[in-house]
């Protein structure tokens, strides 16, 4: 089944529920943006030549056109390429040269980028700004039928962050988002139509997907006017766009606990804040518990499994009484309703309950491959399970703690530590506003461990005061050696600490 057929049912079933907001203003309702999507995807085929299975690109600052632009070409039968607002134009370069994508749409503030790397793309025959003539012109001429795509039709190429080389596009099919969209309602939530989506995080991503559960129950899709995460705003909205759902990064749920802002949403104006893509530490999760209620839904999963591996849902959440409440925050939850997940060995052979291994998982929301990239599809690809590269452990009722990616592990002295467990303990210091923990390389040790602290603004820790907070809380040979305190740690552009450059540092 196309992935566009959701919005082909839904402008069925509620034509006149509001689909798209821009800001606290009405966009678009279900049955027009199905008119506007089937007729965008006429001038694709005929105006610009493209055909079944062509890529199409776009870098845009989240708007209410990306929804449009998305659904047009699905309707059309092509594969979308999105692409991160934030990347530098050579990162842009690479992905529509790695995609081979024939046309990119971008909003006017990435214009010029795309622009600048266009001669360095062969494939990219056209760019079309959003804000335009060109782009208003889309919407005038006759409405086609959604194309007839094969479940296995790519969909999306979801391109990795590339923290650590380049970026990886996962071949996500129709079936694979069709299955996150179905275990969506599974094991996350069921929202009511007329509920809302806030699209604060970036739409080519972890929100972005979520686009597709919330298209299937006819929700308002808002996207802020500013295009960006900005806490006092989102309230705005939230109180406007009642039930909302949120995704955010958990640095974007620190963000929003520590915002007087955040005071002046009711019960009821968020629905559900689901978090992912990094750790999320238990001091911030129950201080955000405390003040938006019972709304925390986490998720692990990765572009090649996109937003689903694992849940811990609001209930779980909510069971202050549960004896090992404080350890079940800390996990990444049950497995989800439509994956098979296993810890392992090298070998590929389950481990024992509570032993540590790769995390490996199949199903039919694991990605086909790596878009042109055999070798490495080949190595996270085996007999049919996807090896995310992550390391963790199950307890005896199936909770999967993670403790990092493999390749953050420290070993020391024959022993491995686990930094997520270091930076849990450095999170309860009330001075400390963020903080990881790497490892530097020891002639004796083979690794010592080093900690970068975040101080809040005009507070004083020592690093007597932290070592002592490690002493008190994990094993001695498990406490950092080393403390440096920065200003700020390096993040990429969802978020995630760059740990990679943190060891430059070293």
Not at 368 to 373: I, L
Not at 415 to 432: F, M, T
């Amino acid at each position: 089944m196309n992935i566009a057929q959701l919005l082909v049912k839904s402008a069925l079933e509620y034509p006149d529920a509001i689909a798209l907001a821009r800001g606290e203003t009405p966009h678009l309702d279900h049955r027009n943006l199905l008119r506007k999507v089937s007729v965008m995807a006429t001038h694709l085929h005929h105006r610009m030549k493209l055909v079944p299975g062509d890529r199409v690109a776009f870098a845009m600052t989240n708007c209410v056109e990306a929804i449009e632009t998305m659904y047009a070409i699905w309707h059309a039968g092509l594969c979308a390429v999105p692409m991160n607002a934030k990347l530098h134009p050579r990162e842009f370069a690479f992905i529509l040269q790695n995609s081979g994508a024939r046309l990119c749409f971008v909003t006017s503030d990435l214009a010029e980028d795309i622009a600048s790397v266009k001669d360095d793309c062969p494939a990219l025959e056209r760019i079309v700004d959003v804000s335009t003539r060109d782009y208003g012109f889309m919407a005038v001429g006759d409405p086609v039928l959604a194309h007839d795509a094969a479940p296995t039709d790519p969909a999306w190429l979801f391109y990795t962050s590339g923290t650590t080389g380049r970026p990886k596009g996962a071949t996500l099919s129709h079936r694979n988002l069709l299955a996150m969209t179905l275990n969506y309602f599974a094991d996350v939530d069921r929202p009511e139509p007329g509920h809302s989506i806030i699209h604060v995080a970036p739409i080519s991503h972890g929100s972005g997907l979520w686009n597709f559960p919330a298209m299937a129950r006819a929700l308002t899709q808002v996207f802020p006017e500013s295009g960006r995460y900005d806490v006092p705003e989102m309230v705005s909205l939230a109180r406007r766009w009642p039930q909302a759902t949120i995704f955010l990064a958990p640095t974007m749920v620190k963000r929003l606990i520590e915002h007087p802002a955040v005071h002046d949403l009711r019960p009821g104006d968020i629905r559900t804040i689901s978090y992912g893509g990094a750790p999320m530490y238990v001091s911030d999760l129950k201080k955000s518990i405390d003040l938006l209620g019972n709304v925390m839904v986490q998720l692990y999963g990765q572009g090649e499994a996109p937003m689903t591996i694992t849940h811990l849902s609001r209930a779980v959440h909510a069971d202050r009484d549960h004896p090992r409440w404080e350890q079940r925050l800390a996990s990444a939850g049950l497995a989800d309703a439509c994956v098979e997940v296993r810890v392992v060995d090298e070998d590929g052979k389950p481990v024992p309950t509570g032993e540590v291994g790769e995390i490996i998982c199949r199903g039919d929301v694991v990605m086909g491959g790596y878009w042109d990239n055999p070798e490495a599809t080949s190595r996270s690809l085996r007999d049919g399970w996807l090896w995310t590269g992550d390391v963790g452990a199950f307890d005896a009722d199936g909770f999967l703690t993670l403790k990092d990616r493999s390749k953050d592990m420290i070993i020391s002295g024959g022993s491995n530590i686990y930094p997520r467990e270091i930076e849990d303990v450095l999170n309860l210091h009330p001075a400390v506003l963020e903080c990881s923990v790497v490892g530097k390389p020891h002639p004796e040790w083979g690794e010592d461990v080093v900690a970068f602290i975040v101080l809040r603004e005009g507070a004083r820790a020592t690093p007597a005061d932290l070592d002592q907070l490690c002493l008190d809380n994990i094993a001695r040979f498990k406490r950092p050696k080393d403390y440096r305190f920065i200003d700020a740690l390096p993040k990429n552009n969802y978020g995630k600490i760059l740990k990679t450059e943190l060891r430059t540092k070293l």
